[in-house]
């Protein structure tokens, strides 16, 4: 197992220009979640998926924003018309949750500028 | 938002020291969890402590827990300089509408030879 993995590493955008971002999971975790980091900040949430349903998203996750699972495996976070401000590490984790709750696993992120 | 809040927010020891970060948070939780993040790179988890235990230990980790206080302190022993990393905490709400990780801004720790 190779643990999470986030595709591109890096990536370089003009403003209004489209975005997608990869992340695959470790294979046998049901849920998996999307947060975006910004310097000096910790992660704040965006949103998470149980199997190929997404439950919740937050706030910060705009009409531009979205995000799909579609067979429960690997996920997409596409950023439509990039402004500057999306420009932040964007971090895929993944988590295997039964009846109780435990770590998530991250990626190594997608950083994201917006020139 | 972010809900954990993590003091200092930078720390700077020499090796083989004690270095401690202390984090609050706001609401009820199931348990907190704390992750490590070097420059630029993804988040390792470290440890996990639920809500109903007040202490654990992970080889030179000692995590402490007070839910009455809403706090919680994280002590790396005889620390060492590949332990220079940004550090942070992460509640899991004790809530039924979802599971997001929460968390603080981090403590920045330098480990210096």
């Known amino acids: 197992d190779t643990g999470v993995s986030q595709n591109p590493r890096h990536k370089i955008t003009k403003r209004g220009q489209n975005v997608t971002f990869r992340c695959d999971p470790i294979?046998?975790?049901?849920?998996l979640y999307w947060y975006r980091q910004t310097l000096g900040q910790g992660p704040e949430f965006l949103t998470y998926?149980?199997?190929?349903?997404?439950?919740?998203k937050s706030r910060l996750l705009s009409d531009r924003f979205s995000a799909e699972r579609p067979k429960g495996s690997f996920s997409t976070l596409e950023i439509q018309r990039t402004e500057q401000g999306d420009s932040a590490m964007y971090l895929c984790?993944?988590?295997?949750?039964?009846?109780?709750?435990?770590?998530?696993?991250f990626g190594q992120g997608t950083r994201l500028t917006v020139v | 938002s972010q809900q954990g809040e993590e003091d200092p927010q930078a720390l700077s020891i020499q090796e083989g020291e004690n270095a401690t970060m202390n984090c609050s948070y706001k609401?009820?939780?199931?348990?907190l969890q704390w992750y490590r993040q070097n420059s630029g790179r993804g988040l390792v988890h470290l440890i996990l402590?639920?809500?109903?235990?007040r202490e654990k230990h992970s080889g030179r980790l000692r995590v402490t827990l007070d839910t009455s206080k809403k706090s919680s302190s994280l002590l790396i022993t005889a620390s060492r300089a590949a332990d220079t990393a940004s550090y942070f905490c992460?509640?899991?709400?004790?809530?039924?509408?979802?599971?997001?990780?929460?968390f603080g801004k981090g403590t920045s720790l330098l480990v210096t030879p």
């Open positions: 984790a993944s988590s295997l949750v039964i009846s109780v709750r435990v770590e998530a696993f």
């Open positions: 294979s046998e975790h049901n849920r």
């Open positions: 998926f149980q199997n190929e349903a997404q439950l919740e």
């Open positions: 609401t009820s939780i199931n348990n």
């Open positions: 402590i639920r809500s109903n235990e």
């Open positions: 992460a509640t899991d709400p004790n809530s039924n509408s979802g599971y997001a990780l929460n």
